[in-house]
């Protein structure tokens, strides 16, 4: 058994080609039904404003699984610790031995997450995208857009977030760090008016982002709800998008966006593991509007897992 | 952050009295309903014969809460490896920090439920127990008797096992290390005919014990099924016993005994915690037979952890 702390992890995993196609084999794999993946074990201790999630899943034919803890404790940040920490464990899927315990902090959750923004870009987005418009200005509204990058030419980031002051340090971080030219915006209209692809990275637990906010042609990625009280689209835009797209969509309708659409939702709605394994172009002219709504998979925390220990052992 | 081993954990945390008694405040806190515990995540792993289990809960108030996860993959004995293995992972309640890392090995699963096997017997048997059947002739049967002299004057052991090889290994086991007079059994009836209280200890599919097999005034306690396809006891023994306790019935009704109830079961069903939080007695004559179910709780998991932690630290 190895143990292998954030510092090594990092060094080995990151927002990279391999890394992306480790985690859409994952997806792949279970658009093609060969994945296990129990429903996420979730538990409130509101006592803290904490929460722990874990998730996990087997991937067949895979020698590892991995099994994911993510606590989530809101109040941290006025201690001076982050909200969001974790680790992974890695067994055998032979004989249920451990194989090795990644002490990511939730570094692995933050890239596969942003890898999985990348991966329904990919295949949802106009190849020509090259603005992105973020609402939020955390973590993931950073790693969305720099995974971005490697599937499109992304040229200018438009963003929009309630804290004024970390709108601004996001405008410094993107340019210092990827170069890139970011506008500040009042509003998320505002910011989805010059945009191509829209992704929202916020906690919100009412819609941050509107249907008429999007203008034709545009691809979508919401990927902060991953509980039942988030929220972050207006159902009208699940309701009039072109092509929608859940990464699962038992987790969409219990934790996702669709768990708010008032009463059943009766559109067409694709699994991206689906669209992936089945080679499937779901955008069939650039006008169209597409939406990806992601809530957070244990076949990525499995397929993040097994490559980053496989780097970490090689 | 600390990581220990099994030959730590097995130094510092056994059965004893005051282990016991971390495990019986655990059940407490779970009747005064202080303790959040979601369902059980269970992940079957079918191409290797195996399946992952991870239980949690957290006690209002404690300072930590413990993650369990239990892997079984029932062809390791082929290999050489036991099927059982696992590790619990222990968060501060209050930030969702890694507290310590338990590497027990499925140790602390079967110390905590050989103590939940006395704790139902305390609260249920006949004080003057002395003698018990075991069904079974694995690791539980040894450690549900020895766990049992912790809480009844246990003076002779009855034992019944369809392997003869293993019930005789038990038989030597039992003398030696305890020096409890063991008696082999053609049968379970057999076995019963003598006992004052019975425990069933198997991963059987079907029932190993049926009304007809118990003397009035016996203690049953049944901790084999903890999954939807295990069954020990014959449906008839839960409807005619005087008193049915289960550990958690949400539980039983989906793992453990009341699965298996044809229709729906209308009797009255007590929680073990709900009985030690509210002094109950529920045994009101030495002639009754009283029956509990467990199906194994992750507030046992917690409790046994956050005990062991506490030894481990001072």
Known sequence: MKIYNREQITAVTGLTEDALAAVEAGFAALG?????????????????????????????GKDRFAIKISPGFFDNPKLGLPSL????????????????????????????????????????????SRSVAVIGAGLQAELQVAALGLVRPIREVHVFARNADRMEAYQELMEQKYGLPVT??????????????????TPASS???????????????????????????????LANADVLVVDRRSQSETIGE?????????????????????HM?????PAQITVCDLSGTGVQDTAIADYTAARLAG
Chains 1, 2 share one sequence.
């Open 281 to 285: 172009q779901p955008r069939t002219s």
């Open 85 to 128: 920490n974790g680790l992974m464990v890695l067994f055998s899927a032979k004989t249920g031995m451990v194989d090795s315990v990644l002490f990511d902090e939730g570094y692995l959750t933050d890239i596969r997450t942003a890898l999985a923004g990348a991966i329904a870009a990919r295949h949802l987005s106009r190849e020509d």
């Open 184 to 201: 500040m915006h009042p509003s998320a209209a505002s910011a989805c008016a010059q945009a191509d692809i829209v992704v929202t990275t």
């Open 32 to 60: 093609r039904g060969e994945v296990t993946m129990p429903p996420v074990l979730s538990m409130n201790i509101s006592e803290s404003n904490g929460e722990v999630d874990v998730k996990t899943a087997h991937i067949r």
């Open 258 to 278: 669709l768990h708010h659409f008032p009463g059943d939702f009766t559109g067409p709605v694709l699994e991206l593991g689906t669209l992936i394994a089945e």
């Open 207 to 237: 819609p941050v982002l509107h249907w008429q906010d999007l203008r034709p042609g545009t691809h979508v990625t919401a990927m902060g709800s991953d509980n039942s009280h988030k929220q972050e689209l207006e159902p009208a835009i």
